[in-house]
């Protein structure tokens, strides 16, 4: 099982980034996926989920009418575009997979939001 994330990098504020989390060796279409971050010396947050069918997505409050979640099941693929970017939402984000009890994480993707 592997989650592959990338997109992340250095931003301005107001700036824009699409993350991609890459998926294999698990039925992806069968799983709800979401987009957490980690600040430093903060705990790891959710930041929006999508259902294994592409149906109703879920947002954190603060990234809500900013950030877009979605998915590719034919690609395996979940991105999460990023707009109106502020120095707040710099973090480490990382993609999760979640079906039941099965529960798989990526390695995280760097986001810095710096003039």
């Known amino acids: 099982v592997q989650l592959v994330e990338s997109g992340g990098g250095l931003v301005q504020p107001g700036g824009s980034l699409r993350l991609s989390c890459a998926a294999s060796?698990?039925?992806?279409?069968?799983?709800?996926m979401s987009w957490y971050r980690q600040a430093p010396g903060k705990e790891r947050e959710l930041v929006a989920a999508?259902?294994?069918?592409?149906?109703?997505?879920n947002y954190a409050d603060s990234v809500k009418g900013r950030f877009t979640i979605s998915r590719d099941n034919a690609k395996s693929t979940v991105y999460l575009q990023m707009n109106s970017l502020k120095a707040e939402d710099t973090a480490m984000y990382y993609c999760?997979?979640?079906?039941?009890?099965?529960?798989?994480w990526g390695q995280g993707t760097q986001v810095t939001v710096s003039s």
């Open positions: 999760m997979a979640k079906r039941y009890d099965y529960l798989y």
């Open positions: 999508i259902p294994s069918g592409g149906g109703s997505r």
């Open positions: 060796g698990f039925t992806f279409s069968s799983y709800a």
